[in-house]
């Protein structure tokens, strides 16, 4: 039986590993040394592994493909070019340039065939983990009942990663959850080069990593291409771990590849200086000579060899249109879904407002326990609508009552009832991956996927968090405990400033709704959304259910919670001229509304503001702006318990703000508020000092 690769194909991987070293030679810096060793490695996956349309990059049959080492863009920047992806030579010289579709990490939603912004390290491969899970929970919605393998929902997901990415925390926690979920789906070749910037990583990395993932319940392989002295690129053996690993359903794969980065640099090979700087002129016109190449010449691609590897085009339409055969047959037995799957893929959903539950008749609750209500309400019509926590179900009520949990049936708990294709997720205790994962979910697309913890452990998703703003995915976080409210448990769990940290991360939108009428809003707008992620921070504590009116604020009537979606809103207007401004979120509104009583009692017209999210207040036009917040009225007060970073925009000089610039402590949450001065004679100072700078 002959090589997989034919002399050709070899000839394309020797003018891959150019191109790569000509690009960074080219911007004046980057990472070549990656690019270069692994070309056929991401050669086979691209020509003869991957199930592709280099035409459609959203192919719904697609295999996805992670290259969790991103600061080897290259690796996968040459191999789109190669095969007619979107991509051409004029692309790649003007690698880590303004404007380039080549920029200096591969980003999601600007180089087609990117599934995924890798940055940094360990994202990729946990976030693989949730493309992996998407996968399974769709067909399951779609497909359940298909032979495996047979279904038009089926693919794998294939990731290339490296030292780096296996040393960062997250891909360990994302490992293990892989494992317990026997994600057969999952394929990570882990590049084994052993050198990252600081040159070999024994100074810092000597675990035996195949064992580790062995001990995730992985199925580990593992291809040695060997060492300098005798060094073949094994891809036949390759692409046989591939295809043992294709066949290995109910474990997710790692192989090993033990390779030597910029193979085969002369002098450069096997060293940190070829991780991440330019070749040099003098080793770069060593490498072309060493294959054989002129080292004069730049760029160069012959056109055979072009139009060789662009055949991957017409594979991919033949694959295209296999499923395409398929897809059809599945789409004629199955109407009902078919047109769930259509719904789906246009972003829309139902009519969300006749499904709110009615808190009219309550008194006082905790937002959180309004959030669980509106996620039971809402998902009983939205089966795209999947989540859980990360060990919390029983404080974020994020559970969806009467859904098998997303597990093996044989991880089955006295507790939970599992089922490969459940809805509700058990993250356990790693709020990072489940951060990591819950994008891979939403990338991998069309469910909407959210994940609860703590408000004060966002800090531990917060990376993840990011990326999922940066890219614009949109995924959803129930965050809990959001301040000093939670009480006794003391200030480790007493969230102060992260309201303001998260507030400050742009394309997040961070909702404290006021009481349970505006999570439920909150949760209808957030669904309604598509583009970008969306945090709901929610009290555990009881706090006053609002008697509201049927549209606007008027006289002594508050205004409806429907507004929640403009962000902030006029919820009480004042009585007689107003003079005073008080703009709230969450539990401190109740206190606000308290304060105006005061105010009013003495003859001051206040206005109160219920603000749950400023991103949504900040998309609103001048005009409506100016009618919650008008410029001439300066004298303001603020009112958060966190600190009031960022008030200050919306107070002013003249403003004032009631917060907490300090840890809370360890007490009963009505003995805190008082102690801290959150309080509405609080209010009622700050405001009559506001009303004094202002000259009213």
């Not at 999947?386 to 009552?401: C, F, M, P, R, V």
């Not at 009225?633 to 703000?657: K, L, M, N, Y």
């Amino acid at each position: 039986m002959g090589s997989v690769f034919t002399e050709v194909d070899h000839e394309a991987v020797k003018i891959a590993r150019v191109l790569a070293a000509d690009a960074v030679e080219k911007a004046g810096h980057g990472h070549p040394g990656t690019a270069i060793s692994l070309a056929p490695v991401a050669y086979l996956l691209y020509q003869k592994v991957l199930q592709i349309d280099p035409h459609d990059p959203h192919w719904l049959g697609r295999d996805r493909f992670i290259l969790s080492a991103g600061h080897s863009s290259l690796t996968q920047y040459v191999q789109l070019f190669l095969g007619g992806c979107g991509l051409e030579l004029d692309d790649l010289k003007a690698l880590r340039t303004w404007g380039s579709l080549t920029p200096g990490h591969p980003e999601y939603g600007h180089t087609d065939h990117v599934e995924i912004t890798t940055g940094p390290l360990g994202q990729g491969i946990a976030s693989a983990t949730g493309f992996a899970y998407a996968q399974r929970f769709e067909r399951g919605l779609f497909d359940p009942d298909a032979a495996p393998g047979e279904s038009p929902f089926d693919h794998h997901v294939y990731v290339i990663a490296g030292d780096g990415d296996l040393q960062e925390g997250v891909s360990a926690e994302a490992a293990s959850l892989a494992g317990h979920q026997e994600l057969g789906n999952l394929v990570v070749l882990y590049d084994a080069n052993q050198i990252s910037i600081e040159d070999d990583v024994d100074i810092a990395f000597s675990e035996d990593v195949a064992a580790r993932y062995e001990s995730y319940g992985w199925h580990v392989q593992t291809v040695d291409f060997g060492d300098s002295q005798v060094y073949r690129e094994d891809v036949d053996g390759l692409l046989n771990a591939i295809t043992a690993a294709q066949q290995e359903t109910r474990r997710p794969s790692l192989i090993v590849v033990k390779t030597i980065i910029g193979w085969p640099s002369p002098t450069k090979q096997n060293t940190g200086k070829i991780h991440g700087s330019a070749l040099g002129a003098d080793e770069l016109a060593l490498l072309k000579t060493a294959l054989g190449m002129n080292p004069e010449e730049t760029f160069v691609v012959p056109p055979t060899v072009l139009d060789h590897t662009r055949s991957l085009r017409e594979r991919g339409q033949r694959l295209r249109s296999e499923w395409d055969t398929k897809f059809d047959v599945w789409a004629a037995r199955n109407p009902e879904k078919k047109a769930l799957l259509d719904r789906l893929l246009r972003g829309e959903v139902p009519d969300l407002e006749t499904l709110l539950p009615d808190f009219s008749d309550v008194e006082s609750m905790a937002t959180r326990a309004a959030s669980g209500q509106v996620i039971n309400a809402l998902a009983a019509s939205l089966p795209e609508l999947w989540g859980g926590s990360a060990d919390l179900a029983d404080s974020n009520l994020t559970t969806i009552k009467g859904r098998a949990s997303f597990a093996p049936a044989r991880r089955s708990t006295k507790e939970w009832s599992a089922d490969l294709y459940g809805s509700v997720l058990h993250f356990g205790i790693r709020e990072h991956a489940m951060g990591a994962i819950l994008n891979g979910i939403a990338l991998h697309g069309p469910t909407r996927p959210f994940g609860g913890t703590f408000l004060i452990f966002s800090d531990y998703m917060r990376p993840a968090v990011r990326l999922a703003a940066l890219m614009g995915v949109p995924v959803i976080y129930v965050w809990t405990h959001d301040s000093i409210g939670l009480g006794e448990d003391g200030p480790t769990h007493q969230p102060v400033e992260q309201l303001a940290a998260l507030r400050a991360i742009p394309g997040l939108d961070v909702i404290r709704p006021a009481d349970a009428h505006e999570t439920a809003y909150a949760w209808k707008t957030m669904l309604e959304r598509q583009k970008n992620p969306a945090g709901i921070a929610l009290t555990r504590q009881g706090i006053p259910v609002l008697s509201r009116g049927a549209d606007s604020a008027g006289g002594s009537t508050l205004a409806h919670a429907r507004h929640t979606a403009r962000g902030g809103y006029v919820l009480a207007e004042a009585e007689g001229d107003l003079s005073v401004i008080l703009i709230a979120t969450g539990s401190e509104v109740a206190i606000a509304l308290e304060a105006r009583e005061a105010l009013h009692s003495s003859g001051v017209g206040t206005r109160v503001v219920s603000m749950p999210c400023v991103e949504w207040f900040d998309e609103q036009d001048d005009s409506y702006r100016e009618t919650v917040l008008p410029r001439a009225v300066t004298a303001r007060v603020s009112i958060e318990a966190g600190i009031a970073q960022s008030w200050h925009r919306f107070v002013g000089d003249s403003g004032r703000s009631v917060s907490l610039e300090h840890f809370g402590a360890s007490a009963d949450y009505q003995r805190l508020y008082q102690e801290f001065g959150l309080t509405s004679a609080a209010v009622v100072a700050a405001a009559q000092d506001s009303l004094a700078l202002s000259g009213k």
